[in-house]
T-cell receptor, first 114, second 114 residues
Framework: DTEVTQTPKHLVMGMTNKKSLKCEQH?????MYWYKQKAKKPPELMFVYSYEKLSINESVPSRFSPECPNSSLLNLHLHALQPEDSALYLC?????????????FGSGTRLTVV | AQSVTQPDIHITVSEGASLELRCNYSYGATPYLFWYVQSPGQGLQLLLK??????LVQGIKGFEAEFKRSQSSFNLRKPSVHWSDAAEYFC????????????FGSGTKLNVKP
């Protein structure tokens, strides 16, 4: 298995809703990442988990809450989002903590906040 | 600080023509360099990567890139473009000393004329 699987592929949520994005990989990668990508922009790093511990939080608002239950699974819990949070949310994983081997990306969750 | 510059926002080439996408980086030591491709609404797919050794690296889908330290460049090339190559291309640098961080260029959108 050489893929990063993200679910759901599309999500529409209201500003008072609570939802979660899920990311799964079975490549034995020990680092996992959440990126946010707005239209016509490069991905922006949000969070990094290394060996199941949060190692980087790029000053992301608390309405985004990451969770890494185990080495294969990464969640992003969403609560009280704003319309400007609408974007493509990408999960990635890498073989080593430094990411020097390049990242494997999932196909993303297209989030729309209404 | 690390940075990646892709000077061309849009490029249009005819099918069958050759392609070169430019990437310049700024980094104090030898970087880890990558090219990713993203089709609309999709995740990012790794085309190729450079860590060390031979400065001409081969990737998937017939792409290659050449690392030129003197010019701080890592340009992507393809001798004959296919219509299916139309996508957004991102150059990225991995910074070993900046643990787990990955810096993307702003991207180049490739259009292919029939």
């Amino acid at each position: 298995d050489t893929e990063v699987t993200q679910t759901p592929k599309h999500l529409v949520m209201g500003m008072t809703n609570k939802k979660s994005l899920k990311c799964e990989q079975h490549m034995g990668h020990r680092a996992m990442y959440w990126y946010k990508q707005k239209a016509k922009k490069p991905p922006e790093l949000m969070f990094v988990y290394s060996y199941e511990k949060l190692s980087i939080n790029e000053s992301v608002p608390s309405r985004f809450s990451p969770e890494c239950p185990n080495s294969s699974l990464l969640n992003l819990h969403l609560h009280a989002l704003q319309p400007e949070d609408s974007a493509l949310y990408l999960c990635a994983s890498s073989q080593e903590g430094t990411g020097s081997y390049g990242y494997t990306f999932g196909s993303g969750t297209r989030l729309t906040v209404v | 600080a690390q940075s990646v510059t892709q000077p061309d926002i849009h490029i249009t080439v005819s099918e069958g023509a050759s392609l070169e996408l430019r990437c310049n980086y700024s980094y104090g030591a030898t970087p880890y360099l990558f090219w990713y491709v993203q089709s609309p609404g999709q995740g990012l797919q790794l085309l190729l990567k450079y860590f060390s050794g031979d400065t001409l690296v081969q990737g998937i889908k017939g792409f290659e890139a050449e690392f030129k330290r003197s010019q701080s460049s890592f340009n992507l090339r393809k001798p004959s473009v296919h219509w299916s190559d139309a996508a957004e291309y991102f150059c990225a640098v991995g910074a070993v000393l900046d643990f787990n961080k990955f810096y993307f260029g702003s991207g180049t959108k490739l259009n292919v004329k029939p």
